[in-house]
């Protein structure tokens, strides 16, 4: 758009402004010129058609803006919407892990009182085989064979001997057979005797007549006698396999009693031990 300036009219007698090169009006005043720091022409309907194309311009660039303002409207809220969905996805899988979480707290309460239900089961099931066993007596040391096929008569008539029983001693057996394993080959270890009794004193009277008499042999083979029990009541009587050991070492007199229970008796005084560490915090305090 062209810019004019109104230049001041010439005064007479000034030197140098008649040589002014725009100064054609013969009323003797300048005509307004062009602005030199700006584009334009002197023809009007030229800069016309110029204000006309700068202003459609302008108008296409504002529709263009128009344009790009709504669409981003348009994905601001598909992104609004999205953000909402995914705030209500987050909100049920929060829920659905919170009710996971409470039905796992329960299911462990459940299970662990199922594991103590189970643990005491069990023990029942333990002590009922325990005894059942309670009249069985094992004998470990007679050789293979020995028996002759007829294991209660060999048993009866050699038991009493052994351990002095007597002649008169009637030990009452209501069935033998050895323990349910391979039979060993000659050079190896024979199989105990299981033993079944019909009467309980009968079988705490083999037990003790074996245990006072020390060391018991027959034919240059050393026999044990053990009470039967059950695989799991032999691991906790075994736990306290060390501290008899130190026992013994020490000469502290001492015994087992059902189910796994040690007593001892040290300076005069007899204390029980349901573990073998509560055992060897008695042996630590005597040195």
Same mark, same amino acid.
């Given at each position: 758009?062209?810019?004019?300036?109104?230049?001041?009219?010439?005064? *007479?007698?000034?030197?140098?402004?008649?040589?002014?090169?725009?100064? @054609?009006?013969? #009323?003797?005043?300048?005509?307004?010129?062009?602005?030199?720091?700006?584009? &334009? @022409?002197?023809?009007?309907?030229?800069?016309?058609?110029?204000?006309?194309?700068?202003?459609?311009?302008?108008?296409? +660039?504002?529709?263009? +803006?128009?344009?790009?303002?709504?669409?981003?409207?348009?994905?601001?809220?598909?992104?609004?919407?999205?953000?909402?969905?995914?705030?209500?996805?987050?909100?049920?899988?929060?829920?659905?892990?919170?009710?996971?979480?409470?039905?796992?707290?329960?299911?462990?309460?459940?299970?662990?009182?199922?594991?103590?239900?189970?643990?005491?089961?069990?023990?029942?099931?333990?002590?009922?085989?325990?005894?059942?066993?309670?009249?069985?007596?094992?004998?470990?040391?007679?050789?293979?064979?020995?028996?002759?096929?007829?294991?209660?008569?060999?048993? #009866? @008539?050699?038991?009493?001997?052994? %351990?002095?029983?007597?002649?008169?001693?009637? %030990?009452?057996?209501?069935?033998?057979?050895?323990?349910?394993?391979?039979?060993? !080959?000659?050079?190896?270890?024979?199989?105990?005797?299981?033993?079944?009794?019909?009467?309980?004193?009968?079988?705490?009277?083999?037990?003790?007549?074996?245990?006072? *008499?020390?060391?018991?042999?027959?034919?240059?083979?050393?026999?044990?006698?053990?009470?039967?029990? #059950?695989?799991?009541?032999?691991?906790?009587?075994?736990?306290?396999?060390?501290?008899? *050991?130190? !026992?013994?070492?020490? &000469?502290?007199?001492? #015994?087992?009693?059902?189910?796994?229970?040690?007593?001892?008796?040290?300076?005069?005084? @007899?204390?029980?031990?349901?573990?073998? &560490?509560?055992?060897?915090? !008695?042996?630590?305090? +005597?040195?």
């Amino acid at each position: 758009i062209p810019f004019f300036v109104e230049m001041p009219n010439k005064k *007479k007698g000034k030197p140098g402004l008649s040589d002014h090169p725009h100064s @054609t009006s013969s #009323s003797g005043s300048f005509m307004a010129e062009p602005f030199d720091g700006c584009e &334009g @022409t002197s023809d009007p309907a030229q800069n016309e058609n110029s204000l006309a194309s700068n202003i459609k311009n302008i108008y296409a +660039l504002r529709q263009k +803006l128009a344009t790009d303002m709504a669409n981003l409207t348009s994905k601001v809220e598909i992104l609004k919407e999205c953000a909402e969905k995914m705030g209500t996805r987050i909100a049920e899988a929060a829920h659905m892990i919170s009710s996971i979480e409470d039905r796992d707290r329960q299911r462990d309460g459940h299970l662990s009182e199922i594991n103590k239900e189970l643990e005491s089961a069990l023990a029942r099931v333990n002590d009922l085989e325990n005894w059942s066993r309670r009249n069985n007596v094992r004998v470990v040391g007679f050789l293979e064979g020995v028996e002759n096929g007829n294991p209660i008569h060999f048993l #009866s @008539t050699t038991i009493p001997e052994l %351990l002095g029983l007597g002649a008169d001693a009637v %030990l009452d057996i209501e069935r033998v057979h050895r323990t349910l394993v391979l039979r060993p !080959l000659a050079d190896q270890r024979p199989r105990a005797f299981v033993v079944k009794l019909l009467r309980f004193l009968m079988r705490e009277k083999i037990l003790r007549a074996a245990r006072d *008499k020390g060391a018991v042999k027959w034919r240059d083979n050393v026999l044990h006698f053990f009470p039967d029990l #059950s695989q799991e009541l032999q691991q906790q009587r075994q736990g306290f396999a060390e501290v008899r *050991k130190q !026992l013994r070492a020490k &000469g502290l007199k001492y #015994s087992m009693f059902y189910p796994a229970v040690l007593k001892v008796t040290a300076n005069g005084a @007899t204390s029980t031990f349901n573990t073998p &560490g509560e055992a060897e915090a !008695l042996l630590t305090q +005597l040195g």
